[in-house]
């Protein structure tokens, strides 16, 4: 089985903090993304990767950044954590060429105060 | 990216089947169909992908319409454990960044 894992499932972080959110695959993929999710607005995508050291903006990646320096983790970092990134995140990879079946992690829950 | 717009919620009794319908009337020719479904305090999960003819795998049937407008997925035989929030997606052929929505809250009852 395909495992997608994070590192935490819930973080508490308080405003200015720098913040990462680690996202480990073990099955080789190529494609890595990373989401956020709050109440009302859905799946949103902030930012993905094709490939080691190669990153392409998600449609919400305004206050993040995003590092692959290993094919099988994606990093996502808040640089300055602020009240209205408090959300869910998830992390997802795909096999290269098969656009379909993304596999998600079990999501980090992050709250900042 | 062709929009698609999904109920907000249905509900379906345990052992009946469970229609989902999803519009998608700006689909263009080379994008695909997904469905995904997310139970409470997990990440989603894929379900089932189709271009043009039906499809049907071990968790559910894809129904899409031959201008393929619309489509529906069908859980045959609903159970509590499928109560979740099913979305269903469509592509650009070739892009692997899915765009979801807001899903179909599909609540199962006994």
């Known amino acids: 089985d395909v495992k997608v894992t994070q590192s935490s499932r819930y973080l508490v972080k308080r405003t200015g903090e720098k913040v990462f959110l680690e996202c480990v695959q073990d099955m080789d993929h190529e494609n890595m993304f990373w989401y956020r999710q709050d109440p009302g607005l859905g799946l949103r995508l902030i930012y993905f990767?094709?490939?080691?050291?190669?990153?392409e903006k998600g449609d919400i990646p305004e206050g993040y950044s995003v590092s692959r320096e290993k094919k099988e983790r994606f990093s996502l970092i808040l640089e300055s954590a602020s009240t209205n990134q408090t959300s869910m995140y998830l992390c997802?990879?795909?096999?290269?060429?098969?656009?379909?079946?993304?596999?998600f992690g079990p999501g980090t829950r992050l709250t900042v105060t | 990216d062709a929009k698609t717009t999904q109920p907000t919620s249905m509900d379906c009794a345990e052992g009946r089947a469970a229609n989902l319908p999803c519009n998608h009337s700006t689909i263009s020719g080379n994008e695909y169909v997904y469905w995904y479904r997310q139970i409470h305090s997990q990440g989603p999960q894929y379900i089932i992908h189709g271009l043009k003819n039906n499809e049907t795998n071990e968790m559910a049937s894809l129904i899409i319409t031959e201008d393929r407008k619309s489509s529906t997925l069908i859980l045959p035989h609903a159970t509590l454990r499928d109560t979740a929030v099913y979305y269903c997606i469509s592509n650009q052929g070739g892009s692997e960044k899915l765009v979801f929505g807001k899903g179909t809250k599909l609540t199962v009852n006994p």
């Open positions: 997802a990879s795909v096999k290269g060429g098969v656009t379909y079946e993304q596999y």
């Open positions: 990767s094709y490939d080691v050291k190669m990153k």
